[in-house]
Nanobody
Framework: QVQLVESGGGLVQAGGSLRLSCAAS????????MGWYRQAPGKQREQVAS???????NYADSVKGRFTISRDNAKNTVYLQMNSLKPEDTAVYYC??????????WGQGTQVTVSS
């Protein structure tokens, strides 16, 4: 079992920044990849960014150049630094820990609201 606790969401004006954190606990050694997903009202959940155990990263086209995912292995924590935020970034952001493609854990979600 893996437990994920997210923090860092909130309300920010367009152009501003926020940093999300996701602390993992439990069987963290089984995690192959961690990432962030988001779901806006009326839309499907989409992957925002991910980072593997060896540090390879992947980003959605819509956030490339604005968001940065990183990890602190000593703290079992993944971060999502979000800069130049846009109203269309408004969503509930979920932390994901992947054991394999069919075995995932999810955080409870944190709301990010970007006002125009």
């Amino acid at each position: 079992q893996v437990q994920l606790v997210e923090s860092g969401g909130g309300l920010v004006q367009a152009g501003g920044s926020l940093r999300l954190s996701c602390a993992a606990s439990g069987s963290v050694s089984s995690i192959n990849r961690m990432g962030w997903y988001r779901q806006a009202p009326g839309k499907q959940r989409e992957q925002v960014a991910s980072i593997t155990v060896v540090g390879n990263t992947n980003y959605a086209d819509s956030v490339k150049g604005r968001f940065t995912i990183s990890r602190d292995n000593a703290k079992n924590t993944v971060y999502l630094q979000m800069n130049s935020l846009k109203p269309e970034d408004t969503a509930v952001y979920y932390c994901n820990a992947r054991i394999d493609i069919n075995w995932n854990y999810w955080g409870q979600g944190t709301q990010v609201t970007v006002s125009s």
